[in-house]
């Protein structure tokens, strides 16, 4: 995969050496410390160095319908018939049999999804929480480049997500924790960062001159640092092509905190 996280072992074991382990523990039972690190964009200038992504807090696994209802239950301005049609599309928890009532298509344990951005961030918000940036969701979710194992394995189960057709979304929790302790992150669904559309290109970036026009198509894999990174750059074309109110069958969301 194209982000790369770099000497990601050599941090953990620094981390561990300087007494680490307390710091971890000291993280919420339902959150995850990430380890500092730098990545590489998919697209970037020639010669620009990655970018350093500070420690950060992650939740374990994502968001459940069962988390949700209990947010719209307390916020009735985020129930199916109360939210604003300018921060939810038509679709907002369309798979729930009531507004306040999961039903069968929603199991209590199954990540949230039909849920747009606004209300993802108001959820995390509700929670002194956040959503994760695209850089910090990269970083925690790209096995380290000297473990090629879990690095195969991640983009196994990454293309069989992409290749699956529409069904009903796992538990949490379906797939084997990483070396941090996070679940998930592929192969069960999409989920919203906070600046989603920081690779966003023009509406037709196909245009002779444009400056965009390297972001479509064969040009968008030409432009790339790794044109072989198919998972990565479907990741980069899906985010780019969101709106805030986007509802989606396999979209949801997990929340991140700043540490100080």
């Known amino acids: 995969m194209r982000f ?32 500092a690190g ?8 020639p010669g620009e160095p990655g970018l350093a992504v500070d420690s950060f807090l992650l939740d374990r696994r994502p968001v459940t ?20 049609p300018l921060f939810a599309s038509e679709g907002y928890l369309s798979h729930w049999a009531d507004e306040l009532e ?25 929670l002194d929480k956040r959503l994760p940036t695209e850089a910090e969701w990269e ?6 480049p000297e473990d090629e194992e879990a690095r195969a394995e991640t983009t196994r189960r990454i293309l069989a997500f992409y290749s699956r057709p529409r069904s009903q979304l796992p538990r949490v929790g379906s797939t084997p924790p990483d070396a941090l302790g996070l679940m998930d992150l592929h192969g069960v669904i999409w989920e919203w960062v906070d600046d989603f559309q920081a690779g966003f290109g023009s509406a037709d970036s196909r245009k002779q001159g444009d400056k965009d026009s390297g972001l479509v198509c064969g040009g968008a894999a030409s432009a790339a640092g790794d044109p072989s990174d198919y998972a990565t750059f479907m990741r980069f074309a899906f985010r780019s092509s969101l709106e805030a109110r986007h509802t989606l069958h396999h979209l949801g969301f997990r929340c991140a905190r700043s540490l100080p």
Do not use: H, K
């Not at 790369?4 to 995850?32: C, E, K, T």
């Not at 730098?38 to 200038?45: A, F, I, S, V």
């Not at 199954?110 to 993802?120: E, G, I, K, N, T």
């Open 38 to 45: 730098t990545y590489e964009p998919l697209y970037r200038t």
């Open 139 to 144: 970083l925690a979710a790209t096995p380290p």
């Open 65 to 84: 319908n069962a988390e949700m209802l209990a947010f719209v239950e307390q916020e009735p301005r985020w129930r199916r018939s109360q939210v604003a």
């Open 102 to 126: 999961l039903g069968p298509e929603a199991l209590p344990d199954q990540p949230v999804s039909f849920v747009s951005w606004f209300a993802a961030r108001a959820y995390c918000r509700s």
């Open 4 to 35: 790369r996280v770099l000497s990601r072992a050599a941090l953990l074991v620094g981390w561990l050496s300087a007494g680490a382990g307390a710091a971890i523990a000291a993280a919420p039972a339902d959150m995850v410390r990430v380890p």
